[in-house]
Nanobody, 120 residues
Framework: QVQLVESGGGLVQAGGSLGLSCVAS???????????MGWYRQAPGKEREMVAY???????NYADSVKGRFTISRNNAKNTVYLRMNALKSEDTAVYYCHASTFGAFDDYWGQGTQVTVSS
């Protein structure tokens, strides 16, 4: 099995920046099967939405609401995915969840979530 552990959440003022990290752990064989890694978020009363993801080969995708402000990256050797969030807005306040899926989407994994709060 694979476990995903997020870190880096916290409180930041609007316009500020925050960085999130997610580390995958478990058997090497299972981790090696991961293709996409990324971030979802869920605010109170809203559906969980995709924020950004990156494939093992480095292809990225972002939600329109965060394009130009957030940057996703990964270090395959460290089994870690990062999300750098700049120019944060109050609307970015949510619980952010790390997510990973295997090649062919045979399995997927979720982290426990980390709270990001943007104050004005």
């Amino acid at each position: 099995q694979v476990q995903l552990v997020e870190s880096g959440g916290g409180l930041v003022q609007a316009g500020g920046s925050l960085g999130l990290s997610c580390v995958a752990s478990g058997s090497i064989s299972r981790i090696s099967g991961i293709d996409e890694m990324g971030w979802y978020r869920q605010a109170p009363g809203k559906e969980r939405e995709m924020v950004a993801y990156i494939t093992k080969g480095g292809n990225t995708n972002y939600a329109d609401s965060v394009k130009g402000r957030f940057t996703i990256s990964r270090n395959n050797a460290k089994n870690t995915v990062y999300l750098r969030m700049n120019a944060l807005k109050s609307e970015d306040t949510a619980v952010y969840y790390c997510h990973a899926s295997t090649f062919g989407a045979f399995d997927d994994y979720w982290g426990q979530g980390t709270q990001v709060t943007v104050s004005s």
